[in-house]
T-cell receptor, first 116, second 113 residues
Framework: NAGVTQTPKFRILKIGQSMTLQCAQD?????MYWYRQDPGMGLKLIYY???????DKGEVPNGYNVSRSTTEDFPLRLELAAPSQTSVYFC???????????????FGPGTRLTVL | GENVEQHPSTLSVQEGDSAVIKCTYS??????FPWYKQELGKRPQLIID?????GEKKDQRIAVTLNKTAKHFSLHITETQPEDSAVYFC????????????FGTGTRLKVLA
């Protein structure tokens, strides 16, 4: 298994440009998440999904959009990039089989985004 | 809403000494408490976790303890080594209908040789 993969690894955007960060997992996990991590800081949840066709906002969703058309893929769309979106973006996935059951989140390698 | 406080934010120890990081959570219904290690420039990776029906769990030099009454849990690293230097994040997962992991703010551990 490749686990959680993300592309690209690095990207530089100009202010106002748009881009899509790709995330895929091959573990058949139902839950997927997008986080951003600013330098020296913790993880902030942007969006998450509990299954194909279902997405919800996290704590910092403004300026981003997501979709979940398949179990495997969870792309993150940045519209009208701003310098405040300069960050490292991590995608993660986990599997939940019961209401009271939680399991490890597996993280992708991250995408380092700079907006100039 | 749910909240996880993590202390200290930075911790320096001499090689061979022990390190302890503490987290406090707000939702008494939380039942899963993982610890992640993030090395510089790398992704967070799970190092140990504990569920609410267990008070302590050990894995070689790493242990986690859980006090449900006080709503806090701690990571203990014994015989620290330079490769233990990293940022450590705790998390708590509430069972109140949310599917989100609530992460602590992280502890930067430096092991001095």
């Amino acid at each position: 298994n490749a686990g959680v993969t993300q592309t690209p690894k690095f990207r530089i955007l100009k202010i106002g440009q748009s881009m899509t960060l790709q995330c895929a997992q091959d573990m058949n996990h139902n839950y997927m998440y997008w986080y951003r991590q600013d330098p020296g800081m913790g993880l902030k949840l942007i969006y998450y999904s509990v299954g194909a066709g279902i997405t919800d906002k996290g704590e910092v969703p403004n300026g981003y959009n997501v979709s979940r058309s398949t179990t495997e893929d969870f792309p993150l769309r940045l519209e009208l990039a701003a310098p405040s979106q300069t960050s490292v973006y991590f995608c993660a996935s986990s599997h939940r089989v019961a209401v009271s059951s939680y399991n490890e989140q597996f993280f992708g390698p991250g995408t380092r985004l700079t907006v100039l | 809403g749910e909240n996880v406080e993590q202390h200290p934010s930075t911790l320096s120890v001499q090689e061979g000494d022990s390190a302890v990081i503490k987290c406090t959570y707000s939702d008494s219904a939380s039942n899963y408490f993982p610890w992640y290690k993030q090395e510089l420039g790398k992704r967070p990776q799970l190092i140990i976790d504990i569920r609410s029906n267990v008070g302590e769990k050990k894995d070689q030099r790493i242990a986690v303890t859980l006090n449900k009454t006080a709503k806090h849990f701690s990571l203990h690293i014994t015989e620290t080594q330079p490769e233990d230097s990293a940022v450590y994040f705790c998390a708590a997962i509430p069972t109140s209908g949310t599917y989100k992991y609530i992460f602590g703010t992280g502890t930067r551990l430096k092991v001095l040789a």
